[in-house]
């Protein structure tokens, strides 16, 4: 059964820092894993699609990397602002689970100006 | 660009009753899912929808639960006899295509069950 941990559990940070984000997920058998963005009761924005075959991908100022043999995936955020204060979540969707996307606890980030 | 909507934004039940949880997919797209997210919790997958069919389920999705596409666009969750467990966030999703794709999540409906 694929679980899906993230941490930092929390994080705070000053504007402009550089920063990453950790995923990592059991089974890799993976057909891609997403990274999320969610405000504070609100629903979950799609930020970046990582399929297996691919090794990072980026919009902007993020960048998201797939390491499928260990398990890992990491989120870089660049040059961090206020607006980009919420819950970060990973989730992937496995060979060995249909097409349902499995969630990660989330990384809830703060940004202070 | 289009998206996916849900209604109601918030919902308010006793235990006991009936609640229908509406969603509108992205058009083109051909693969439905219900989500849930219970406050402070993980976001869990219920149930996936393809071909007027659920294809996949979780442990969560029992007797209690129900989906349907009554029509070209619509695609709905009912959960008979709500119980307090039920509060929760509950999220719709579709994608084009399994393996490829990204999975669009509507707004959200929160469920509070009293």
């Known amino acids: 059964k694929q679980e899906v941990t993230q941490i930092p559990a929390a994080l705070s940070v000053p504007e402009g820092e550089n920063l990453v984000l950790n995923c990592s997920f059991t089974d890799s058998a993976i057909y891609n894993l997403q990274w999320f963005r969610q405000d504070p009761g609100k629903g979950l924005t799609s930020l970046l699609l990582?399929?297996?075959?691919?090794r990072e991908q980026t919009s902007g100022r993020l960048n998201a990397s797939l390491d499928k043999s260990s398990g890992r995936s990491t989120l870089y955020i660049a040059a961090s602002q206020p607006g980009d204060s919420a819950t970060y979540l990973c989730a992937v969707s496995s060979k060995t689970s249909g097409s349902r996307l499995t969630f990660g606890e989330g990384t809830q980030l703060t940004v202070n100006p | 660009e289009p998206e996916v909507t849900q209604t109601p934004s918030h919902q308010v039940t006793q235990m006991g009753q009936e609640v229908i949880l509406r969603c509108v997919p992205i058009?083109?797209?051909?693969?439905f899912y219900w989500y849930r997210q219970i406050l402070g919790q993980k976001v869990e997958f219920l149930v996936s929808f393809y071909n007027n069919e659920i294809s996949e389920k979780s442990e969560i999705f029992d007797d209690q639960f129900s989906v349907e596409r009554p029509d070209g666009s619509n695609f709905t969750l009912k959960i008979r006899s709500t119980k307090l467990e039920d509060s929760a966030m509950y999220f719709c999703?579709?994608?084009?295509?399994?393996?490829?794709?990204?999975?669009?999540f509507g707004p959200g409906t929160r469920l509070t069950v009293l």
């Open positions: 990582i399929q297996s075959s691919q």
């Open positions: 999703a579709s994608m084009v295509w399994v393996g490829t794709d990204t999975q669009y």
């Open positions: 058009s083109n797209h051909l693969y």
